[in-house]
């Protein structure tokens, strides 16, 4: 059994679906709000490991989907200021197992927390057609 810190966005139904995946496995999950974290741009960055720049992103932020923010024209100094000052740009959730850190539930530590990859509990689980999530308060 691991301890899981698993930042989220409240309300997400992935991310709910995310922790019990995690629960399911035997993990014990610590949730924490990864809008209201007070995040530094070094403690971001270090969930990011060496992945490219874009695959930081969130891709279903609405300022991603709208077209303002564009994550392929963005170095890593750039990305990291939009994602303070807009936690919603951030991929999530954000994963730290023992110091073991990835952004998004199809990277390493996840798939050996649940026994192998789980590319099925990565995507937002809403239809393109269906309203937006509603934002957290």
Not at 37 to 55: D, H, I, K, N, Q
Request: hydrophobic share 40%; with cysteine.
């Amino acid at each position: 059994m691991a301890i899981v810190l698993f930042f989220q966005k409240p309300g997400c139904g992935t991310n709910a679906r995310q922790i019990r995946a995690l629960e399911a496995a035997g993990h014990q999950v610590v949730a924490k709000s990864l809008l209201t974290e007070p995040w530094t741009a070094a403690e971001l960055r270090a969930f990011f490991g060496e992945t490219p720049v874009m695959s930081w992103f969130n891709p279903a932020a609405p300022r991603i989907k709208s077209g303002e923010v564009k994550p392929t024209e963005i170095y890593a100094a750039g990305a990291l200021d939009l994602m303070l000052a807009d936690p919603l740009l951030i991929r999530r959730p954000l994963i730290d197992v023992d110091g073991m850190r990835c952004a998004g539930f199809d990277r390493e530590p996840v798939p050996s927390l649940l026994g192998g990859e789980r590319s099925d509990l990565q995507g937002c689980t809403r239809p393109q057609t269906m309203p937006r999530c509603a934002e957290p308060r």
